[in-house]
């Protein structure tokens, strides 16, 4: 691996550690991390803050997965290792360097990076989150199983080229389920929050207040 191709996978890594979500919940005097689930994501931004901004920031956190692939290309990335790409910008996202190794849980991330990767595949998986959101009205199952359905989507769309990637988007997967363990166990309790529910009360920083340590 050469520099530069090592300088892709840091710099997609930096990418995804970007808390899009909890900037844009700052930016309207909300702190995400301290409303509803907690997360910096876009669902809990847009139960906390509104659709319209939960939409914005869904959009971003697409676009930096998307974005740390397509760099760690440019860079001269290719093959397995633009795959690992994919796992550093989501690894940034759930790990941020910026918030001490904390962050959100990837969905939207890893549906960038995949777009960037193979985007026919990508759209069958995002179909998938689609279809289940409409019948259940839990965004966690649907992101659960549209990851979990990655790694087999790409592996029977090309099983002879794409068997490496297959075996990335799989780590990718068990990372990103591993990140929803508290809606595996609220699911299972029947106590999961669907969408359409009632949004909780955001707590507002006041002025000159600090962001949560």
């Known amino acids: 691996m050469t520099g530069m191709q090592a300088l892709g996978m840091v710099l997609a890594y930096l990418i995804g550690g970007v808390p899009i979500g909890l900037l844009a919940g700052l930016a309207r005097g909300v702190d995400v991390r301290k409303t509803g689930s907690g997360n910096i994501g876009a669902t809990n931004v847009m139960r906390a803050v509104g659709s319209r901004i939960g939409l914005a920031v869904f959009v971003a956190d697409v676009g930096k997965g998307s974005a740390g692939v397509l760099l760690g290309a440019t860079l001269g990335l290719e093959g397995w290792r633009l795959g690992m790409a994919a796992m550093f910008v989501v690894m940034g996202h ?120």
Request: with cysteine.
């Open 94 to 213: 759930c790990y941020s360097p910026y918030l001490a190794l904390k962050g959100g849980k990837g969905v939207a991330t890893t549906l960038g990076a995949f777009l960037a990767l193979r985007p026919v595949p990508a759209l069958l998986c995002l179909g998938v989150w689609i279809l289940v959101v409409v019948v259940t009205r839990f965004v966690s199952l649907g992101s659960i199983l549209a990851v979990a359905v990655a790694p087999v989507v790409i592996y029977l769309s090309a099983p002879a080229s794409d068997a490496d990637l297959a075996l990335i988007l799989l780590a990718i997967a068990i990372l990103v389920i591993g990140r929803h363990s508290d809606n595996l166990e609220r699911l299972l309790k029947g106590t999961e929050p669907r969408v359409g529910g009632k949004r909780p009360k955001p707590e507002r920083i006041s002025a000159g207040a600090e962001a949560d340590e």
